[in-house]
């Protein structure tokens, strides 16, 4: 899964974005409402968590942008961190297109608790993720195939955890790249291949990911 964070606060960017990439989660960081203009013209996340109060300009109004403007990527949710804790400001932010609100301060394990729930797929119940006989537990960051646990990376278990919530979908590698690594990743190395191959393995027989030829990559649901 990739976000975009959008924080100004250069030592607190660098902290959510430690903690979040320590969660397996790709992170991009823009300090300033240019810089999240310009990654929203090129890039497509899933969770945007946007502060309202930038040097440049207000979050507010790239929220409301990303919504209507057809030159902006739609990030697939949007969550406001702020220090604006009106009733006001709540309803504002909300009322822009944001999904969830967050004040600062706020406690690191509530970020990313939010962050799950945002992107839960519908089917999902609870922080419980399960297709076919793999089940993957969002919180904390286990996973299983039938009753065997299954030893990941973070990497591996970002990869997994991508394909989970996109079942029977044909995926390729671009898709996988710009989902599940960051803008720190080289487009031209072979990472995907190789970590792909790792969590081929470690899923073990008969495979669950299945290689479709000259379009991409696919978890089958079923066997």
Same mark, same amino acid.
């Given at each position: 899964?990739? /976000?975009? =964070?959008?924080?100004?606060?250069?030592? !607190?960017?660098?902290?959510?974005?430690?903690?979040?990439?320590?969660?397996?989660?790709?992170?991009?960081?823009?300090?300033?409402?240019?810089?999240?203009?310009?990654?929203? %013209?090129?890039? +497509?996340?899933?969770?945007?968590? /946007?502060?309202?109060?930038?040097?440049? $300009?207000?979050?507010?109004?790239?929220?409301?942008?990303?919504?209507?403007?057809?030159?902006?990527?739609?990030?697939?949710?949007?969550? &406001?961190? %702020?220090?604006?804790?009106? &009733?006001?400001?709540? &309803? %504002?932010?909300?009322?822009?297109?944001?999904?969830?609100?967050?004040?600062?301060?706020?406690?690191?394990? +509530?970020? &990313?608790?939010?962050?799950?729930?945002?992107?839960?797929?519908?089917?999902? +119940?609870?922080?419980?993720?399960?297709? $076919?006989?793999?089940?993957?537990?969002?919180?904390?960051?286990?996973? *299983?195939?039938?009753?065997?646990?299954?030893?990941?990376?973070?990497?591996?278990?970002? =990869? !997994?955890?991508?394909?989970?919530?996109?079942?029977? +979908?044909?995926?390729?590698?671009?898709?996988?790249?710009?989902?599940? *690594?960051?803008?720190?990743?080289?487009?031209?190395?072979?990472?995907?291949?190789? /970590?792909?191959?790792?969590?081929?393995?470690?899923?073990?027989?008969?495979?669950? /990911?299945?290689?479709?030829?000259?379009? $991409?990559?696919?978890?089958?649901?079923?066997?």
């Amino acid at each position: 899964m990739r /976000i975009l =964070l959008v924080e100004d606060d250069a030592d !607190l960017a660098d902290v959510v974005a430690l903690g979040l990439r320590n969660e397996a989660y790709a992170v991009d960081v823009a300090r300033s409402y240019g810089e999240a203009d310009e990654l929203l %013209t090129t890039t +497509e996340f899933d969770v945007a968590c /946007i502060d309202l109060g930038l040097p440049d $300009g207000d979050g507010g109004d790239l929220i409301s942008r990303a919504r209507m403007d057809e030159r902006l990527r739609r990030p697939g949710r949007i969550l &406001v961190l %702020t220090a604006r804790d009106g &009733v006001a400001d709540r &309803v %504002t932010g909300l009322d822009a297109g944001a999904d969830d609100y967050l004040v600062k301060p706020f406690a690191f394990a +509530e970020l &990313v608790a939010r962050i799950r729930a945002l992107a839960r797929r519908k089917d999902a +119940e609870g922080t419980t993720l399960r297709v $076919g006989d793999l089940t993957l537990d969002l919180a904390a960051h286990r996973a *299983w195939r039938g009753d065997a646990e299954l030893a990941l990376t973070a990497r591996e278990y970002a =990869l !997994l955890r991508y394909f989970m919530h996109h079942p029977d +979908e044909v995926l390729s590698a671009e898709d996988l790249l710009e989902h599940v *690594w960051d803008a720190n990743a080289d487009p031209f190395t072979a990472s995907v291949r190789v /970590i792909l191959s790792r969590l081929r393995r470690k899923l073990g027989d008969p495979s669950r /990911i299945v290689t479709i030829t000259n379009a $991409g990559y696919e978890l089958r649901s079923t066997s």
